[in-house]
């Protein structure tokens, strides 16, 4: 604990950039190496879940995300429920230069409303290829959507907000109340952000099958300036870890997942992220880097078109392969690029180990 | 506590760019937080004092920070009551591009004696647009001045320096003694900037209503370089509050209020001074950015003209939008330089709070 | 120890650039210090090795290198051994500017295999000149090639890769019993890199000679990025030289050396890796600064090749002397890249040391 | 106390840039501040010294420093006793712009002989202007020319190196005996660098008037990188504060002055130096940007034409002024360049001090 001064103290949070894995004194073949990663019903071939972002995951690029043995989630209340075809409009926020422009422009574009039908419709065409599909609503349009989503059949109801708790105190409409909300669906959902050991336990005990640990993003957000608020990745994944481990054993073997959202730009954070206690890792601007990315080549979150109050920005991003390149390689960049799932790999053999939950355990430094 | 050396300990300070506020398990609706700022007789829409600088606050942009909820201070002894009409010389000092030929220039227009009939005049403007009236001078003027000011009608007299102690020992003159100053004035006062909880402490016993937390600015001031000086503002901010808190019981009941004042150049800082215990905050920089402001895109204190000793910048910043906009918004920028009220209605409500006073117990974090 | 969240701990790790040495009450004259390294039945002026890297080491600097009073190690799965003549090829790789395409063609250029009959004809080429041959491989290619290598006559042979266990498991081919394997051998080994306490130690029980500290490389790599481990150099060195001492008193006697090798880009990072423990300290990037340097301006690690996962950069320098300049001066620069050996000297002598095993001992500060 | 790693632990250590100074409670009238700086039978108005460095220090510039009330000291083995007449070879030198070519001019330069005939006759010139003189050698060379300094009639004797002992040990010939010879000298003597309380503390049992606290620069200074070796100065001179005090007491009363000789180079860091314990400050780089400094705009060590090994950088600074306006003002710039004096008056009336000794004392914090 710091004393910042004589009537406040803090504790001290780590960023991924803070922190570094050490190798030990074992060595394993990255043959060895087991990346799956089960949660429900499903099994992935490696713990690594698209962001629902409108520069990330289109159906097309969910459906790609799903054939590479990961899962892709679709952003239920962006673009592509609000427009019939939005290609031409993400091909005109990517011919906006100007940062201040696009997001004007942005602010204007999704003003549009979200179509419901289109829910279902998009949903289906991603389960139309035999990918499991998964879709996002934030916590301020879950109630008003929902019924559609479980409707269109997704194998995963995500809701994901920068802050979602489980106590969510309204003045106009009665709150979500999440336990009753969850209990109700027949899907698994996986909800987040949450930043806090509290705050994570509260979202277990609603039921969830996941919980997302972050505030929303990384390289695209800006709410440390804007609104001051902040979630170290390091500390709060450990934190949530630590939720994990006593809801385990308050709710008699419930095992909630721990998925990191936020500040994962390189390979080597995903790294991190398992290495702090996460289960599987959610990433978005990696994915932007892909060819086939609906962005092509800019990145933005929710927040980059806040009506009032923007606290994102695009940001611009060079390709570096497709998405098959970038998650299972092979990787040409020596930058942590490329290659995401072969990183990991080599980062468990290099220090010794074979399964994601004993890598919760490795040795970090501060350093 | 660090050991320097064998011959020296210092505590460490925090600035507010060191912390960051955590959300919590709970979040609000927006519509439930309250921003209300009540001292003294008056209330204001939100916890925002202009700072008396003439890069910001004229007596045009004063009635326009009163007209949105907030409170404007005017510096009585900068240009507005050195010249009957300063607008040809702020246009002056706006088109000298290079740094050093401005501050000597400056130097010599600062160099014209204040008009005491000046301030009377500048108050009346203001209090005639039917906003609260507030004046500043510095320690060194307010003797000279005081007796001006107070028959001006001033609603708030803001006594403002670098550093302002209640015991100020001085050679040549009697040095004002504050406690008897501000006992015989009719208005209530707002005085700093101090530093420390000793110095925070001596400043509320002299009857003082509000104490400005700081030394004297953020973005424009190059004290630390200049002097060695310099308040890291989180600390800063707490260590006041528990003066405050201290006085509280001390005096039994009378409460000052803490108004950091400096290094608040985003929205996050505001949400920031707030969490580490003040009631308000002073802001000068963000101001600077308004189409309407004085300074026309540049910004600059008392310490730029200093006539041996100058102590701070003439710095240049882009136009952002109206005092309105960046007041209250809507924003079109993700950098926490617009819509600073609404950043701080969405701190407040994504951390769970709908009380500025209960926020100052928000949880924060080193990192 | 911090702790990084409710479920983690982390100790801090210091790297070279966090610490410096501090002067004592004594000086000592220059001409003073003892700068002979003695290892196995090999005795050398200084304690630096030259990396086994192909922008650093050919056959003719080896030989110079041994000839100035050190020791160079030959890479023995890079070029030289893959081409009968490299020349072409490093003159290619040099005259590609563009990063990106570098890396692509050096996977090219380094798929070809490597030809036994060139390994005992490159070490015969060191051996021809008089001065001490070493040659690496990395455990990959170890089982594979030692034969060759044994056959070839080397003086010293190093195992040398990013983690090298004591203990490597592995799922299709038996692995390499270290242990057993130098046992066999009649060459004093050098084998690394490690970077804790637990990990020296199991391979100073291998029976090797030296132990190489660190992670393969500072300048050219970013396996931080990649794979998120990283290996601060000064704590590294420290807890090996621990290791060393507990060992000896294990083994009733036996010395193993410790030898920094990664992150020494200037002089005085040489003091400091002493300073920290080491007995001797591998170098690269400053012999990429030779005119001589078969990298012709850029430096390469094996990382940056790798076929499917690049874990480094081919990097950039400026040419700023010979060989013996850099290791022996004069200087004609102030910036720690020539006269190595003098540097080591003077900041001996300025600390008050004459003899390498003492300076083991110089006070660091932190800061 | 921190672990680097198991077999090294190091202290925290800090330079002026970490700390800062804090207002107190207490403010005073500027007028009030008391200056002056009394060592051995002198008085100067200001307690700052001019380095003996050939891009600061001529006759001429000595005998200015002198003229405003401060203590200028020649360098008695630079250019100024090398050469008859150096004015052409400063011009020179400032006439190269490429850094290698002007390290390799001055490595020529400066290998001139010292003429013992010139040593006399410089100190004779600013003798004669009526000012207290004062001339420096390094250790190696004081014993060759201490004789000849002293015959010129000295006021101060300055004994200045990177790193001075009380106890060097040298191979050839005998070392000084810095005791024996300070003993035996007529005039005050100033010695170091030192960086420790234990080497403080022998070069004060010598009998030096002064120890010089520090490694002998900032700003030029390389030695960092070169050697591994460096001093963070608030950290040095609270130690050898501490050293200061002790001896005062072990000595019966003998007041030792401690002098910061590095790391100036601003006003504020002066404030700093003075807090951290020091009687006066040695300013190099802040009197090389005066309009008659020799250096023409560029400034360097002794370190920076070293023959074999040169550990310090030419730099360029802008020439802000006279060396008038660089000491006593007034300023024109914000940036703690000018007005040396004012600044320090102000730091020490703004946090409510009026002597250096009690100034000593003043709060300070890390960050």
Same mark, same amino acid.
């Given at each position: 604990?710091? #004393? ?13 950039? @803070? ?20 949660? @429900?019903?499903? *099994? ?9 972002? !409108? ?5 097309? +690029? ?24 939005? $290609?031409?409009?993400?091909? $005109?926020?990517?011919?906006? #230069? ?9 602010? $204007? ?15 289906? #065409? ?15 349009? *879950? ?62 005990? *609603? ?38 481990? !006593?809801?385990? !054993? $308050?709710?008699?073997?419930? &095992?909630?997942?721990?998925?990191? !959202? ?29 060819? #086939? ?24 991003? @060079?390709?570096?392969? +497709? ?29 010794? &180990? +074979? ?13």
């Amino acid at each position: 604990m710091f #004393e910042i001064g004589r009537s406040k103290r803090a504790q001290q949070a780590f960023a991924f950039d @803070d922190i570094a894995i050490v190798p030990s004194r074992r060595t394993r073949g990255e043959e060895q190496v087991n990346l799956t990663w089960r949660i @429900d019903a499903f *099994t992935f071939d490696f713990p690594l879940i698209a962001a629902p972002m !409108d520069s990330v995951m289109s159906p097309a +690029t969910a459906i790609e995300m799903g054939r590479l043995g990961g899962l892709g989630v679709l952003n239920l209340e962006g673009l592509w429920t609000r427009y019939e075809n939005p $290609e031409p409009l993400l091909e $005109e926020i990517a011919a906006i #230069e100007d940062p201040g422009a696009a997001t004007r422009r942005m602010q $204007e574009i999704y003003a549009e409303p979200i179509k419901e039908e289109l829910i279902g419709q998009r949903v289906a #065409e991603v389960r139309s290829a035999g990918v499991p599909a998964a879709g996002a609503l934030s916590p301020q349009n *879950t109630q008003a959507y929902a019924g559609a989503v479980v409707a269109s059949g997704v194998d995963f109801f995500v809701i994901r907000g920068t802050t979602v708790s489980a106590e969510h105190v309204a003045g106009k409409a009665e709150p979500l109340n999440l336990k009753q909300f969850i209990y109700a669906l027949d899907v698994p959902v996986i909800v987040g952000g949450c930043a806090t050991y509290q705050a994570a336990l509260h979202l277990m005990r *609603t039921g969830a099958a996941g919980v997302l640990v972050g505030f929303g993003g990384g390289a695209a957000h800006t709410t440390r300036d804007v609104l001051g608020v902040a979630v170290p990745m390091a500390s709060a994944v450990s934190d949530v870890a630590a939720a994990r481990r !006593d809801y385990l !054993d $308050e709710s008699g073997g419930r &095992y909630v997942h721990v998925i990191a !959202d936020g500040s994962v730009g390189r390979s080597g954070d995903i790294a991190k992220a398992i290495a702090c206690g996460a289960d599987a890792v959610m990433v978005g601007s990696p994915l932007a880097k892909a060819s #086939e990315a609906p962005g092509r080549g800019y990145h933005w979150g929710p927040e980059a078109w806040h009506a009032r109050l923007p606290r994102g920005e695009r940001v611009a991003f @060079d390709v570096v392969g +497709t998405l098959e390149q970038i998650l299972r390689g092979p990787s040409a960049v020596p930058d942590g690029t490329m290659n995401l799932v072969g990183a990991l790999r080599k980062a468990m053999a290099t220090t010794g &180990y +074979t399964e994601v939950k004993e890598f919760q355990r490795v040795e970090v430094i501060v350093g």
